[in-house]
């Protein structure tokens, strides 16, 4: 998934802390706290929440690898505080939640308590995720590169397509005002109606995440092997968010049913800095390459397996029948994952993009990147007299 940075997160819910360890950071990359601070409160922010969200006020502390306010090329590890960490207190789980990881875990390691399982599959550890991809991020804004992450849908409420932009900060500043992280305001009575008669029913909401990464330069990806398409690393870092089921590049899905001839994205003439096409049908990603398009990804989400209507499950303490365990849960957690998806786009665009242009610092990637978009613009771009 990831071949230029590496990123390993440790810790548990109810532990100390959820700690990221990263390499191949570039040195000069600004230590920007508050811009990591403000993914992390987006992450907590949405109807529908558990009072975990507000027991916990997650900043992000650094315990390695900046120097006078920026990154210094050597390991970073970034580590987000729990305010909970009862975890030695906590009770052993011996009825395992319906689509939870609970069970899968318990045979994968051998012991019927399920605590550790839970502890570890908690979609808590996605707060050091969010931490390393918003480093990320906004390595990728000093270079001309954004990444914008919304909700498209919300269990049955789809918010209608909004269009491309040039820039990113209008459709920026909607998103952040919507309390479902959605671009689409005349779509948020129906999604709050949605949240509503869930938790009434003490039931849970799935939904679609999108993620769209503008300025991303052609060429990231590669055809060396199966692993390096830039396509399959996006899928790759989507599917590993928590309850994520199903990916797709551009319009994947619908392309499936329709003939060539309605699906792929005819060119037009070439302006300054290279080709352009009439269309982005393919999201910005062909032959598992980036085209210089706008980036367009969306994840599906399944609704969360802990229900405070629990469902049937088995005892493996008393042997028994027994409902499934059940100790605090989101009714939807779905505007959170969307920024879960927007860190993870960030790690691996940037990856891709460290990979193309080499260099120990940030200094030496901005310059190599310059080189690569003048090369395109003179080959592939329009001329003079042409």
């Not at 975890?87 to 875990?105: K, M, T, V, Y």
């Not at 050091?128 to 804004?141: E, N, T």
């Not at 990231?220 to 092997?225: F, K, P, R, T, V």
């Not at 797709?248 to 352009?276: I, K």
Request: aromatic letters at 4%; glycine letters at 12%; hydrophobic letters at 40%.
């Amino acid at each position: 998934m990831l071949r230029r940075l590496k990123v390993q997160t440790a810790g548990e819910s109810h532990g100390r802390g959820m700690v990221a360890t990263l390499t191949g950071v570039p040195a000069g990359v600004p230590f920007d706290a508050p811009f990591i601070d403000g993914y992390l409160a987006r992450r907590q922010r949405g109807p529908g929440r558990s009072s975990r969200q507000r027991l916990e006020h997650d900043r992000v502390e650094v315990l390695a690898g900046v120097y006078k306010g920026k990154t210094s090329g050597a390991p970073l590890v970034l580590m987000v505080a729990n305010v909970d960490d009862s975890l030695e207190s906590r009770p052993p789980l011996r009825q395992p939640r319906p689509g939870h990881a609970d069970l899968a875990g318990a045979q994968k390691f051998g012991d019927t308590d399920m605590r550790p399982v839970l502890e570890r599959a908690s979609a808590r550890e996605t707060a050091a995720r969010v931490a390393a991809g918003a480093l990320a991020a906004r390595m990728l804004l000093d270079l001309q590169v954004e990444i914008l992450g919304h909700v498209h849908a919300l269990g049955p409420v789809e918010a209608k397509a909004s269009r491309s932009a040039r820039t990113f900060g209008k459709l920026r500043a909607r998103r952040d005002a919507s309390p479902f992280a959605c671009l689409d305001k005349t779509a948020e009575p129906a999604m709050a109606e949605a949240v509503a008669q869930a938790s009434a029913s003490g039931d849970t909401l799935g939904g679609v995440l999108e993620v769209r990464a503008l300025g991303v330069p052609p060429g990231l990806g590669s055809l060396e092997g199966f692993g390096s398409r830039l396509d399959a690393r996006l899928a790759g870092a989507l599917m590993s968010i928590q309850a994520v089921k199903a990916v797709e590049v551009g319009e994947g899905l619908a392309a499936a049913a329709l003939p060539g001839s309605q699906v792929h994205d005819e060119l037009r003439a070439p302006g300054p800095e290279g080709p352009r096409r009439h269309s982005n049908r393919a999201g910005g990603v062909e032959g598992g390459m980036s085209n210089g398009d706008q980036l367009l990804v969306r994840a599906w989400m399944k609704p969360l397996s802990m229900l405070r209507s629990p469902l049937r499950s088995w005892d493996y303490g008393q042997g028994a029948p027994s409902k499934a365990f059940f100790e605090r849960s989101d009714v939807t957690a779905v505007p959170a994952a969307s920024v879960v998806a927007e860190a993870m786009v960030a790690l691996v665009v940037a990856d891709a993009l460290l990979e193309k242009t080499g260099g120990d610092s940030l200094a030496e990637v901005r310059r190599s990147l310059s080189a690569h978009r003048r090369a395109v613009a003179r080959r592939f771009g329009a001329r003079k007299g042409r």
